[in-house]
């Protein structure tokens, strides 16, 4: 992985869904990655319980698996507690790969960098053998391309699949060149695309991948995602098709469901009311249930005030104030519908 030295598979395991399922399924799920080889871990200080789970599942094997996490916190005091917090949470002496989470735009990087900031804590972490390596996370990669030039960063971590190709121009040439470690997040599009082997498997076939890091809750999708991996990594014509309908269908205003949007002041729920026609109910159909979530998710939407707050924290700049009242309204469209 880049210029780190660490080995790793080319499917690791991303730590955000085991926060949603039982500490003993996720112990379990954590586990069968391990019994299948699978060495790397990520996790978050912002992923709840995540990381308590994952220390949990791995103690015993600690020497055998590489553990990453990652902090948001801009300040040097305030990246010292997180880092401390991680270490008691991952039940560890050090950290594999430590990286700061989500910086998408300069004046963050500035606040991270400046005196007092959090690359201090971290390279102070660094030389007391506390962290191994520096890792950055965003969602932006041009802004991620000018950081990397600094040459500061052994890893970095980028959302990159089938409709999120902008990686692939400058970013990922640019970490081969300067053998940064390559780390890719959302190869499913946070859960919107038609077949996740498929998205798997497209990205796992790009060049200047190093490794990617599906989210995964059962062992099921462990098992599922491990066989993807160990396969040829070929894209047949009619997986092409798919590609090119998902494509048309989701344009580039889909929500990947990375939550940045939240919480909203009016506690609607966003994500939900952006993602419950194209994806919950194509997916899974109407369920026990579902008819009133979504009525009270459209009454929830109804009482936006347009302030403006989720399209500031939205990573993939998504005009929220325009989609919500549309894909309300057509929410309760479908709800009438079935009501007669």
């Excluded at 401390?84 to 735009?105: A, F, G, K, M, P």
């Excluded at 997986?239 to 344009?251: M, Q, S, W």
């Excluded at 700049?317 to 079935?338: D, F, K, V």
């Amino acid at each position: 992985m880049g210029r780190t030295g660490l080995k790793v598979k080319i499917l690791g395991f991303g730590g955000i869904p085991i926060q949603r399922v039982t500490e003993e399924e996720a112990i379990g799920v954590v586990r069968r990655c391990h019994e299948l080889g699978i060495n790397y871990y990520d996790t978050a200080r912002g992923y709840t319980v995540s990381e308590e789970r994952i220390g949990k599942a791995l103690e015993d094997v600690r020497e055998e698996v590489i553990l990453a996490t990652k902090s948001g916190r801009r300040t040097g005091e305030e990246m010292e507690e997180e880092l401390e917090t991680s270490l008691r949470n991952l039940r560890t002496d050090w950290i594999d790969v430590y990286q700061l989470h989500n910086v998408s735009s300069m004046d963050a990087w500035e606040r991270i960098k400046a005196p007092g900031g959090a690359l201090e804590a971290l390279y102070k972490a660094q030389e007391e053998g506390r962290i191994r390596h520096l890792g950055i996370t965003s969602h932006d990669p041009a802004v991620l391309a000018d950081i990397v030039r600094e040459d500061i960063f052994e890893t970095i971590m980028i959302p990159y699949n089938y409709l999120t190709l902008k990686p692939e121009e400058e970013l990922l040439p640019l970490c081969h060149e300067m053998n940064v470690g390559t780390i890719i997040m959302k190869p499913f599009g946070g859960g919107a695309f038609s077949n996740a082997n498929t998205a798997l498997k497209f990205v796992l076939s790009r060049e200047h991948v190093d490794i990617a890091i599906p989210g995964m809750m059962t062992v099921d999708e462990v098992e599922e995602n491990f066989g993807v991996a160990s396969d040829a990594h070929i894209i047949s014509e009619g997986e092409l098709e798919l590609i090119k309908r998902d494509r048309v269908d989701l344009g580039s205003r889909f929500c990947r469901a990375c939550n940045y949007c939240q919480p909203c002041p009016q506690e609607i729920p966003i994500t939900f009311v952006l993602r419950a026609e194209s994806q919950f109910l194509k997916r899974m159909g109407w369920r026990p249930g579902t008819e009133v979530r979504i009525a009270e998710a459209v009454e929830k939407a109804e009482s936006c005030i347009e302030c403006g707050e989720c399209e500031g924290r939205c990573p993939y700049h998504l005009p929220i104030r325009q989609l919500l009242p549309e894909r309300a309204a057509s929410l309760s469209r479908l709800l009438e519908a079935r009501q007669g």
